[in-house]
């Protein structure tokens, strides 16, 4: 293999790769059989070391422990909803049946309620976010997401943009709306998502740039010039050093290890300004608004934070870039 | 004496994950699951799906508990069904439109889908790999270790080593060709009529 080729690779599996990196070594290992099958060599050991070098799976194992609790929790709900039914109805048959009929739908809207959670979900002292994203199983910027938001003490609940409704916002403590979620071969997933969350009285945090004029969040709909997601970018600059959105840091703060992009938007004087791309002071890659503030489409019916991420980022962010992650959650998830 | 204690250990605990007992399963779980996401993880194009993937095999497994015999072969049973997973995911990959971002992905997931038919059904990926790591030089498997087991990044290691952190990737990419040379060698070797 070449060494350019290789170095591609490297920085590939390394998750240092940015889309135009990928989409060039994609090109170079279509046309070439032989890299091609040294790549998927490389990337099938690389993959299999972590799991074989491990010395304790028991978080995985807890995870499976809890979805196969979650299954018999469904199953006893349904068999003790048809008996307490059976019991209370006497001898009309046609009664049983019916009450029966209404037991299973309870039973399969509890196991729904139950079910919702998907994967690894679990209700925590925190409470639950909806992480709306764009597939399932996660991509590992989603995955990373995920597993800071349950360190954090949330149960997540993920779903594709594709599947989810409005009712899967209820009683959550945080709708997280991944850049994910508008990467897939879907065009009609953005207003579809607008129409589900723009008006939710639940918290929303939301890292796709191109949602924040849907949401009501900034005035334009211009890409490039109202909003975009600038690539080559590593830092941001903190201009609104009090607010609890910054969790202390101030100046110019490195937020990811290396080049990548930041999603920011145009905001106007009524959002809070936190934190601004380098040398672009009118674009802000984290502000905010609160319950009931004017934002430029409607009054926030909660709170509303526009987060720096895109797409895979998470998986390069700094200590400081996870602390004003951190801060962001807890912040837009404090009013619940 | 003692394979045959954990196996009735295991046996038992199957028992009574079929009786409907959640902790017994996790007894079993994390038997196999190690096995098994290294099986998964060598099939993927992206490790997110890795434990995904393998926590939706426990999950089906479990609900289809009371079909499998104990005494039977387990890890059999479980890998058939990581393997219809695998492959309905892979598909999935492969039918979606074109794009870019994923166009990578996509094209790993193809490569991925025609080594997958190919794996013997009875090769152990994860004791194949742990005894080549075992048998790398001094140096190179304390950069392995660092870097997949304790998750340590490379500039990191670079920087304890006194060396750049390009070196260490390119170190990184010899010692995964020599791993696969080792894996390589050993199936050969478990070939019928090559040993």
């Known amino acids: ?336 | 004496m003692a394979q045959s204690t954990r196996v009735d250990h295991l046996d038992d605990a199957l028992r009574r994950a079929q009786g409907g007992d959640p902790d017994a399963y996790g007894a079993v779980v994390a038997a196999y699951q190690a096995r098994l996401r290294s099986f998964i993880a060598g099939y993927v194009p992206r490790a997110a799906w890795v434990d995904d993937l393998a926590q939706q095999s426990f999950v089906s497994a479990y609900q289809s508990l009371n079909a499998f015999r104990v005494g039977t072969d387990f890890y059999a049973w479980l890998r058939q069904i990581a393997y219809n997973h695998l492959r309905a995911e892979l598909e999935r990959t492969n039918r979606r439109k074109r794009l870019e971002a994923d166009y990578l992905e996509q094209i790993s997931a193809a490569e991925l889908g025609r080594r997958l038919d190919r794996e013997p059904a009875e090769e152990d990926a994860l004791e194949a790999l742990r005894d080549c790591v075992s048998r790398l030089p001094d140096t190179s498997r304390r950069i392995v270790q660092r870097h997949y087991a304790e998750g340590c990044p490379l500039a990191e290691i670079a920087g304890d080593l006194g060396r750049p952190a390009g070196s260490i990737k390119v170190t990184l990419f010899k010692i995964r060709a020599r791993l696969r040379e080792c894996i390589e060698k050993k199936r050969a070797a478990a070939e019928p009529g090559v040993s």
């Open chain 1, 1 to 336: 293999m070449r060494e350019e080729l290789e170095a591609l690779v490297q920085d590939c599996l390394d998750g240092t790769l940015d889309a135009e990196g990928r989409d060039r070594l994609a090109r170079e290992l279509e046309a070439d059989p032989a890299a091609r099958a040294e790549f998927v060599d490389q990337l099938q050991i690389h993959q299999r070391l972590r799991p074989t070098l491990e010395t304790s799976g028991s978080a995985f194992v807890d995870s499976v422990v809890r979805e196969v609790r979650l299954l018999g929790d469904a199953e006893r709900f349904s068999k003790g909803v048809v008996h307490e039914i059976k019991r209370s109805t006497g001898s009309s048959r046609r009664r049983v049946w019916e009450m029966a009929a209404a037991a299973m739908i309870l039973a399969a809207v509890g196991f729904a309620l139950i079910q919702r959670g998907g994967s690894g979900t679990s209700a925590r002292p925190a409470g639950q976010v909806l992480l709306v994203v764009g597939r399932m199983p996660l991509e590992a910027g989603d995955a990373r997401v995920k597993e800071r938001l349950e360190s954090l003490g949330f149960g997540v609940v993920a779903k594709p943009a594709l599947q989810v409704v409005p009712s899967d916002g209820a009683g959550k403590a945080l709708i997280a709306l991944s850049s994910t979620a508008l990467a897939m071969d879907v065009t009609d997933v953005p207003g579809e998502l607008t129409a589900k969350f723009r008006d939710s009285g639940v918290p929303v945090l939301v890292w796709e740039p191109r949602l924040f004029y849907d949401l009501g969040m900034i005035g334009g709909k211009e890409h490039q010039k109202d909003w975009g997601a600038l690539k080559d970018q590593s830092r941001l600059v903190l201009t609104d050093p009090a607010h609890p959105l910054t969790a202390g840091l101030s100046g110019t703060v490195p937020v990811y290890s290396g080049p990548n992009r930041l999603s920011w938007g145009l905001v106007r004087g009524d959002a809070i300004k936190v934190a601004t791309l380098e040398g672009h002071p009118d674009r802000a890659v984290l502000f905010a608004y609160d319950r009931g503030a004017s934002m430029p489409g409607l009054v926030a019916p909660a709170r509303r934070v526009g987060l720096f991420l895109f797409d895979t980022t998470a998986l390069h962010l700094t200590p400081q870039g996870w602390t004003l992650f951190d801060a962001a959650v807890r912040w837009c998830a404090a009013e619940k």
